[in-house]
């Protein structure tokens, strides 16, 4: 492995361990301050059989988000070993929790030991992202419709993402900021520059007719997956709601999440959740509890699955290198 990659990943690794060390005081302080008794017997109603659908609903999202991205790659005329493919994939999920899951793109390193150019994993993982926004969003709708003071600010991120959907693959857009580029006198700027084109260029590619449908349909699925593990865990706690408004709740949340640009968009996502669910009557341990499940479920168990990938792919990135360093 290169030293590039080797700092990049140790660079990676302060925003991740921030993180978790905010986790742990959010969620700790959280539990003493509702009652942690109450959270505790909370947590407990869950059982092994919710744990069990929980986290296998949350596999099933990061398995479609899989088929999605090997879409991407095959798109660009990229693709390379399925379970290589996949190990890379799962791998960046251990850096989830950095601002804007920007840490995830560290697949991009090791695509490019495979030919892959940066170019097209980059433009697969923007893609990614900007299709990801679409979903939640349209699934966010479902809580917009139930509170009303949550619905004209998802009625309009919708509209701003149905907006740059268009100017993203417009030619006049390109030709534009082409044209914008040769004037600018720094050489390195006008490098970046040309390089954020061509990645603009490329994922456009990824959001046209059949690959767009079909990334919006299996984020839709997948997100939707992880929206029906947050029903399962408010029915598991005795908390009534129905599933298009668990869904919506948990939309809504990762998406004030997302738009927080906080890492992970821890608070600001768990905030989001427990007010949400307090207004549709739950008290406050059962509606922290319920927070802290289907965090632990979905971003945390990501996290966990990425990190054990990520030191595997290590272990045997050190292994190959020793014969070679020996001869």
């Known amino acids: 492995m290169s030293t590039d990659h080797g700092d990049l990943q140790q660079r990676l690794m302060r ?27 909370s947590i407990a109603k ?35 070993p399925m379970l290589r493919s996949l190990a890379y994939y799962l791998g960046g999920f251990a850096f989830t929790t950095t601002p804007g899951k920007a840490g995830e793109a560290v697949r991009s390193l090791y695509l490019k030991r495979h030919g892959v150019a940066y170019v097209h994993s ?46 993203i693959h417009a ?15 720094a ?3 006008r490098t970046a520059g040309s390089r954020l084109l061509e990645l603009l260029r490329s994922s456009s590619t990824l959001l046209r007719s059949a690959p767009l449908y079909a990334g919006v349909v299996l984020a839709l699925i997948a997100w939707g997956a992880e929206g029906v593990a947050f029903h399962v865990i408010l029915q598991k706690l005795e908390i009534e709601t129905s599933l298009g408004l668990a869904v919506g709740i948990y939309s809504v949340s990762v998406l004030a999440g997302a738009l ?3 890492p992970g968009g821890l608070g600001s996502t768990e905030a989001v959740m427990i007010l949400l669910l307090t207004l549709v009557g739950a008290d406050t341990p059962t509606a922290v509890a319920a927070t802290l499940i289907c965090r632990l479920a ?23 290198r020793k014969p070679a360093s020996g001869v």
């Open 298 to 320: 979905t971003l945390w168990f990501a996290v966990i699955i990425g990190g054990a990938v990520l030191a595997a792919l290590e272990v045997n990135n050190k292994v190959a």
């Open 260 to 262: 927080s640009f906080i």
């Open 15 to 41: 925003p991740l361990l921030w993180s978790i060390l905010a986790a742990v005081a959010l969620y700790g302080g959280s539990m003493i301050v509702s009652d942690l008794n109450a959270v505790g017997e």
């Open 187 to 189: 050489d390195k700027l």
């Open 46 to 80: 869950l059982g092994l059989v919710g744990w069990v659908i929980v986290l296998g609903l949350s596999l099933v999202n990061y398995g479609l988000r899989f088929v999605r991205w090997e879409i991407y790659l095959r798109r660009l005329h990229s693709p390379i």
């Open 171 to 185: 030619r006049f857009v390109h030709a534009f900021f082409d044209r914008q580029l040769q004037r600018i006198p």
């Open 122 to 167: 980059l433009a697969a993982f923007f893609t990614e992202r900007f299709v990801d926004l679409v979903a939640m969003v349209l699934l966010a709708l479902a809580a917009a419709l139930t509170f009303p003071d949550y619905r004209w600010p998802v009625l309009i991120v919708a509209l701003l993402v149905i907006a740059l959907l268009p100017l």
